[in-house]
């Protein structure tokens, strides 16, 4: 309805970061590979050398790019990469 729809409260459920779910040994994936032999204590992988816990995410909260942070650094992967399409560019003209 945009700005003019009725307006109802969210509710926050008694576990709002979902870890219940996250910790359920009944889902279709552990299953699966606690079939074929997989540990939760271990990393996946030939040798169980995989991480073992979720990736962590960082909110963003400037307004800058994605590979900026790069930028700054020397040795940054995003910088060398835009440096080498510069001179790319430049022995083409």
Do not use: C
């Not at 307006?7 to 709002?16: G, L, S, Y």
């Not at 219940?20 to 606690?34: E, R, V």
């Amino acid at each position: 309805m945009g700005l003019s729809g009725r307006k109802t409260k969210q509710r926050i459920p008694d576990d709002p970061r979902n870890l219940s779910w996250a910790d359920n040994a009944a889902k279709f994936g552990q299953t699966y590979l606690s079939k074929f032999g997989w540990d939760a204590s271990q990393g996946l992988g030939a040798a169980g050398e995989g991480r073992t816990s979720a990736l962590q995410v960082q909110q963003k909260l400037d307004m800058l790019g994605i590979g900026m942070q790069h930028q700054r650094d020397a040795n940054g992967i995003a910088w060398k990469q835009n440096r080498d399409f510069e001179s790319l560019l430049r022995r083409l003209n």
